[in-house]
């Protein structure tokens, strides 16, 4: 059994706690979501990485910000983080909080894996 907490360590609208790491989940959203799956898996991020992010988000980009990025990608790397730390949720909740406002879910994973000690700014590949 899993140990939970209570959630997590800011909530989803709280960016204004860290500007850089929101304006970066703004306007280069794939980029960090992209770090953000490195580091859960730890990995290094690779121009591989970021790219296919891209990719996906361009390619799609008029049917609202990447369907597949937001249905498969995000959702997953939102749940590695969460059980890593013990945060209570569900693949439900981390689709909701995805599809409802991808930036700020980013910028959400992006501050607990920052509390947690990870360098997450600024966004630095290998290779």
């Not at 703004?26 to 591989?48: G, H, M, W, Y």
């Amino acid at each position: 059994m899993e140990k939970t907490t209570e959630g997590w360590s800011s909530g989803i609208c709280e960016c204004s706690e860290d500007w850089s790491i929101f304006l970066t989940s703004l306007f280069c959203c794939p980029c960090q979501l992209a770090k953000n799956r490195a580091i859960s898996k730890d990995e290094p991020l690779s121009v591989t990485s970021c790219l296919s992010v891209w990719l996906c988000t361009c390619c799609e980009y008029p049917i609202y910000y990447s369907t597949m990025t937001r249905i498969d990608f995000a959702p997953k790397t939102r749940g590695v983080i969460r059980k890593r730390y013990g945060i209570h949720g569900s693949l439900q909740t981390d689709c909701i909080a995805i599809c409802c406002c991808p930036w700020c879910a980013v910028a959400q994973e992006t501050r607990e894996l920052k509390l947690h000690g990870y360098q997450v700014m600024p966004i630095t590949m290998h290779e």
